[in-house]
């Protein structure tokens, strides 16, 4: 694996989404009932056995979250007490053992310090991109849970999602379902995104940007996209977003209900969204750490594409919260009690 270059000669305006090999990543061990005290490490290479139950049984989950630099050169995380609570959920679903959130954060905030040089500078939509995970290792056979257990959290940095500002995409729908209705769709667990592949795919062939899925029992329902949150904006100004045991509760979901109803004054809403009755909807959106908002132009359902607000331009509301909510992330606006910890 080839070693991320210089950050003086990285060009933080044209970054994607890719894996970059960085100095440091924090790395703990579990064994007989306990983690190790953990470290930084320059190894980016995990070595586990063949038995390990990530391998063959899908034991891991991981979290995203990202490290902002301020127009006062500060570096900032947003809300990663929401991944800590959330990775927690998913290793109960996956009897792994917890990692406590204040180690989480701690841990967190060692990869971003000894990385500090790959954090982009403030103004070119950089962002440094956290990936905690966790994995069942080992010598295993037989389906149980497994003896062990690595935690890590490495880190790249990441572009801009949007280059030349907010533009909506065509989602389409799939036969295929993401999660089962008392499965694992509420958990960040590394099988239901090998599922999504395949349906993934498809899509992207057919011309569309990705899937929204409906739920899985009777596929009426929007559910939401293969790794983002599904937001409508109705006619009389709503913002309602599904509810379903199903889906993965996101972090700028939570923090968007919070911020347009507090923010924009807007009413906010968490229940049923009928693939057919989307004309309640002027605009639409799908909410996640990557993109913030990627605004949903059109959704193809049965042959017929079902436009929002425009499948060229961004509608206003999503516009606003798009801003409000990037604005507090890199520090520019107020951020609301508690979401905002400076990393030291
Ligand atoms: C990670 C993820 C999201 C977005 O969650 P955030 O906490 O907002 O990043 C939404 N849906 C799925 C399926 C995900 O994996």
Redo the contacts with the bound molecule.
Sequence with gaps: MTKAPEPSTIDWKNLGFEYMDLPFRYLAHWKDGQWDEGELTEDSTLHISEGATALHYGQADFE?LKAYRTKNNEIQLFRPDQNAQRMQNSCKRLLMPTMPADRFIDAAMQVVKANEDFVPPYGTGGTLYLRPLMIGVGGTIGVHAAPEYIFTIFAMPVGAYYKGGVKPTNFTTSYYDRAAPHGTGQS?VGG?YGSSLLPGDEAHKAGYSDVVYLDPATHTKIE?A????FFGITKDDKFVTPKSDSI?P????RSLLFLAKNRLGLETEEGDVFIDDLDRFKEAGA???AAVIAPIGGIEYKDDLHVFYSETEVGPITQKLYNELTGIQFGDIEAPEGWIYKVK
């Design positions: 995203g960040k239901n939401e293969g790794s983002a949150n993965l996101s972090v700028t979901k909410m996640g750490t």
